[in-house]
Nanobody
């Protein structure tokens, strides 16, 4: 079992930056991926970014590419999401998730463990 706790959300203005953190506890295999998803009211969870420890590679949604950076510490099972140049459309609840295995996936149903989420609100 893996437990995930997100932190770092808040209310900011357009153009500002935020850094989200996700701390994991429990045990997992050596090959896993940790990712960030977000959900706006009335919509499904949307892929934002993922880091795969198997190959230490990263992937981003087109909507955040160049503005957001995912990083982390594999041994601590911790990841971060540095969000720069925030836009009102980035407003959402941001979730951290873990997928066990080597393959990188971008759909929320492919992930095995989820945090409770942290709210990010960007005002115009």
């Amino acid at each position: 079992q893996v437990q995930l706790v997100e932190s770092g959300g808040g209310l900011v203005q357009a153009g500002d930056s935020l850094r989200l953190s996700c701390d994991a506890s429990g045990r997992t295999s050596s090959d896993y991926a940790m990712g960030w998803f977000r959900q706006c009211p009335g919509k499904g969870r949307e892929f934002v970014a993922v880091i795969s420890w198997g190959g230490i590679t990263t992937y981003y949604a087109d909507s955040v590419k160049g503005r957001f950076t995912i990083s982390g510490d594999k041994d601590k099972i911790t990841i971060y999401l540095q969000m720069n140049s925030l836009k009102p459309e980035d407003t959402a609840v941001y979730y951290c998730a873990v997928r066990i295995g080597r393959a990188v996936r971008f759909e929320d149903y492919e992930y095995d463990y989820w945090g409770q989420g942290t709210q990010v609100t960007v005002s115009s």
